[in-house]
C-alpha cells in the first residue's frame, strides 16, 4: 500500500493548529461572556438599593433588577457549555491528531528501515550470500506487514478528521448562534410583561408620595394627563403599543423557537460525541 506520508504529516499538522484555533476563540468567548455576566449582576444588584419611597416604582426597581438577572442567568447556562462541552470536546480533536501524528511517524520510521534493511539484503545478494531464511527477510517481512497495518489506520483517521471537522465544528458554530438567539428570544418574552408594567405606572403616585413624605400639601391630579403632555408622547406611545404588540405576537412563537433550536443543537453535539 502506498502512503502519502506528506500529505497527511501536513494534514494532522493542520488539524492540531486548527482546532488550537477552536480551542483559543472557544476560550475567549468563554472568559469575555463569563465576566460580562458578573459585571452585569453586579450593576443590576446596585438598583436594590434604590430607596423609593412610592412602593409600586420599589416594585418595579426590584422586578426590574429581577428579570434582567434572570436572562443574565439563562445566557451565562448557555455559555457555561463552552467550557464544559465543546473546549473539552475540541481537546479531543487536538489529542486524536496527535495520535495520528505519532502514528504517520511511526510508519515512517518502519518504512525507512524497511528501505535500508532491502538496500543491505541486496548487497547480501550480491556477494553471493543466502537471505532467503535469513534474519534480515524475515525483520523486512514483518516491517510490511506492520506498515500495511498502519497504513489502514492512518487511513481511517484521516476520515475521521474530515467527518470531525464538517460536523462537529459545525455543531459548535449552531451551539454558539443557539445560546444568543435564546437569549434574546427569552429577552422578547420577559421584558415584554415588565414593559407593559412599567408603562402603565402613573408618575404622578410618585409626586403626591414624595410631596406628602416632606409635610407639602399640594398634590397633582392622579387621574388628569395635560392636553400637552398627551401631544408630547402620542407618538411615543404608539410606537410602544406597537412594539408590545409584536413582542406579544412572536412571544410564544420565540418560546418554541428556542427551544427547538436548544434541544438540536444540544442533541446533535451529544450524538456526535
Known amino acids: 500500500m502506498s502512503i502519502p506520508i506528506s500529505k497527511f504529516q501536513a494534514k494532522t499538522e493542520t488539524e492540531i493548529k486548527n482546532y488550537n484555533v477552536i480551542k483559543t476563540v472557544l476560550s475567549k468567548l468563554y472568559d469575555a461572556e ?6 452585569r449582576n453586579d450593576a443590576f444588584d446596585e438598583i ?11 416594585t418595579i426597581y426590584l422586578n426590574f433588577s429581577n ?24 481537546e479531543d480533536y487536538i489529542n486524536q491528531a ?12 518502519i518504512k525507512n528501515k524497511t528501505q535500508d534493511q532491502e538496500e543491505e ?21 514483518q516491517n510490511k506487514s506492520t506498515m500495511q497495518d498502519l497504513g489502514k489506520n492512518i487511513e481511517d483517521r484521516i476520515m475521521k478528521y474530515e467527518y470531525d471537522r464538517a460536523t462537529n465544528n459545525k455543531l459548535i458554530m449552531l ?25 402603565e405606572t402613573n408618575p404622578k403616585k410618585s409626586i403626591n408620595q414624595s410631596m ?15 392636553e400637552k403632555s398627551e401631544e408630547n ?41
Open 212 to 226: 406628602r413624605s416632606l409635610g407639602v400639601s399640594q398634590q397633582v391630579d392622579e387621574g388628569d394627563e395635560s
Open 48 to 58: 436594590n438599593n434604590i430607596i423609593e419611597e412610592n412602593p409600586d416604582l420599589k
Open 34 to 39: 463569563n465576566d460580562l455576566f458578573k459585571k
Open 98 to 109: 496527535k495520535k495520528t501524528k505519532q502514528e504517520i511517524g511511526n510508519y515512517k520510521n
Open 233 to 273: 408622547n402620542e407618538e411615543e406611545e404608539e410606537d410602544e403599543d406597537q412594539s408590545i404588540k409584536k413582542s406579544t405576537l412572536t412571544k410564544s412563537r420565540n418560546k418554541s423557537l428556542r427551544k427547538s433550536k436548544k434541544e438540536e443543537s444540544e442533541d446533535e453535539i451529544d450524538d456526535e460525541k
Open 121 to 141: 539484503m541486496k548487497k547480501m545478494r550480491s556477494k553471493g550470500q543466502d537471505v532467503k531464511n535469513s534474519q534480515i527477510s524475515m525483520n523486512i517481512s
Open 67 to 90: 428579570q434582567m438577572k434572570e436572562l443574565e442567568k439563562s445566557k451565562n447556562e448557555h455559555v457555561l457549555k463552552i467550557k464544559t462541552k465543546l473546549i473539552p470536546t475540541t
Open 175 to 199: 451551539h454558539l448562534i443557539n445560546y444568543e438567539m435564546a437569549y434574546h428570544a427569552n429577552s422578547i418574552e420577559k421584558l415584554t410583561d415588565l414593559f407593559k408594567l412599567i408603562k
